[in-house]
């Protein structure tokens, strides 16, 4: 059985340990400790992604979480207020995702402690999630033989699985135009911000429909007061769980450019449009469901399946072969000082994942 006193302490244990993006070392050190003492051959691979594996009996399960946090994430101070564990407001709690990390680590605790049969495990905790999934691109999916698996790494109670989710599409713009002295010359000048605005004021975005959206995250443009902008960036995303409609209004990000570039014909607009994940859509019958549901029967809970606007992890598990799926870690506000880490829902994680190592 999950122990609610051991679970919480690893969790504060973690927490404060600073794992911004690009400063993994300390926690993956840590980690390695724990699974090694665990039994497991820990690897890592060309990126320092964690692979740990362990024997067992059946078919192979692959459990995954990231060791990364946003920031601001230095210094954090968990404070447990009844069963919420929050920061003290200066910082992230970075229960994204070291409450996932954690209730792997107490699954398996509980599991090997009692001397129970279990699957063979494969633990993939990967780098730099919060990067762009960089490190998840980078693992070496050669060393994984598990086809079905779950990411402990969604927002809210751990009934929710996320059963399909979305690809992305990020765009970037360069615009240049001309520079001038803005109270001398200023009609000598072309503004880059001003060309940014128009194209910004025609692109679709926001709530596009149910399974799509687009946002322009950041614009950048301009030097001084005094001077006509040479140059703007733009960096955004188009996102959708229906490919088409990717494609349809990643072509209409490209109709707008196209058209506000032929309105200026000396300004140079440079437009990348990358794909950096792909979509997933997974049957409510497929075996890597249905055993989520029979760990979360198991424990008295309703399975909750959801369509997330989220990318993780789980989309490019699911590009390389596996089905692992999202499920809530008992955390709420990710990515703000506000986030907090609901104890009894994080036991109940620890508590379905023992039963998918199990194999129940
Ligand atoms: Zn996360």
Redesign the pocket.
């Known amino acids: 059985m999950a122990d609610r006193e051991r679970l919480l302490k690893t969790l504060t244990d973690l927490i404060r340990i600073d794992s911004p993006t690009g400063e993994e070392d300390e926690i993956d050190r840590e980690i390695t400790k724990r699974l090694e003492s665990l039994g497991f051959h820990v690897h890592h691979d060309g990126f320092k992604n964690i692979i740990a594996t362990l024997p067992g009996q059946g078919e192979p399960l692959l459990l995954s979480a990231?060791m990364d946090t946003v920031e601001p994430g230095r210094g954090i101070k968990p404070v447990l207020d009844g069963d919420v564990l929050r920061s003290d407001g200066t910082t992230i709690l970075g229960g994204?995702?070291k409450a996932g990390l954690s209730i792997v680590l107490e699954a398996l605790t509980s599991v090997i402690e009692s001397g129970s049969g279990h699957r063979p495990i494969e633990v993939a905790f990967t780098r730099a999630?919060?990067g762009g999934l960089v490190g998840v691109h980078h693992l070496d999916f050669q060393r994984l033989t598990a086809k079905t698996g779950v990411v402990f790494?969604g927002e809210g109670s751990v009934n929710r699985i996320s059963v399909a989710g979305p690809s992305q599409n990020v765009i970037t713009a360069h615009i240049r135009g001309r520079a001038a002295h803005a109270g001398v010359e200023p009609e000598k000048g072309l503004s880059a911000v001003i060309i940014a605005a128009e194209i910004l004021t025609q692109l679709p975005l926001g709530r596009i429909d149910s399974e799509t959206t687009a946002n322009i995250g950041r614009v950048e443009g301009g030097l001084k007061r005094n001077i006509i902008p040479e140059e703007a960036f733009l960096d955004g995303e188009v996102r959708s769980r229906d490919n088409n409609k990717l494609d349809h209004y990643s072509s209409e990000f490209r109709r707008v450019f196209d058209e506000v570039g032929i309105r200026h014909p000396d300004a140079a607009i440079s437009l990348d449009i990358r794909n950096t994940y792909r979509s997933y859509n997974v049957e409510a019958s497929h075996p890597a469901v249905a055993v989520l549901c029979r760990a979360l029967a198991n424990i008295g809970m309703e399975p909750r399946l959801e369509a997330t606007g989220g990318g993780?992890d789980a989309n490019v598990f699911y590009e390389n072969g596996i089905v692992a799926l999202p499920v809530g870690i008992g955390v709420q506000s990710?990515h703000t000082t506000r986030e907090i880490a609901v104890i009894p829902e994080v036991v109940q994680g620890a508590e379905m994942c023992e039963g998918v190592i199990r194999g129940v």
């Open positions: 990231h994204d995702c999630e919060e790494d993780s990710f």
